[in-house]
């Protein structure tokens, strides 16, 4: 199983950025596909969350009402749409499968998202 983070780059504070994280090589339409970020010196913390098939969308206070999770199963690939981006956003972007009942989780490689003044 494979999951490819692409998107990310240095952007302005305010700008706009969309994240992609692709999958391959397992039943991605029914995992729950979760956004986390890591900024330097910091734990992991959660983003967003989209179900697999039925559920609510979730978003972490941090981001709530300046991004939007969404999913093309056929296409494979969960997106992280981020707008008014601050300098806080700043770090490195983690999508995670996680897989119903005792599945077995995957992580992509991580992807850096720098917000400049």
């Known amino acids: 199983a494979h999951l490819v983070e692409s998107g990310g780059g240095l952007v302005q504070f305010g700008g706009s950025l969309r994240l992609s994280c692709t999958a391959s090589?397992?039943?991605?339409?029914?995992?729950?596909m979760n956004w986390y970020r890591q900024a330097p010196g910091k734990e992991r913390e959660f983003v967003a969350k989209?179900?697999?098939?039925?559920?609510?969308?979730e978003y972490s206070d941090s981001v709530k009402g300046r991004c939007s999770i969404s999913r093309n199963d056929t296409e494979m690939t969960v997106y992280l749409e981020m707008n008014n981006l601050k300098l806080e956003d700043t770090g490195v972007y983690f999508c995670?499968?996680?897989?119903?009942?005792?599945?077995?989780?995957?992580w992509g490689q991580g992807i850096q998202v720098t917000v400049s003044s």
């Open positions: 090589e397992f039943a991605f339409p029914i995992y729950t």
């Open positions: 989209i179900p697999a098939l039925i559920g609510e969308i």
């Open positions: 995670e499968a996680a897989g119903p009942y005792n599945f077995e989780d995957y």
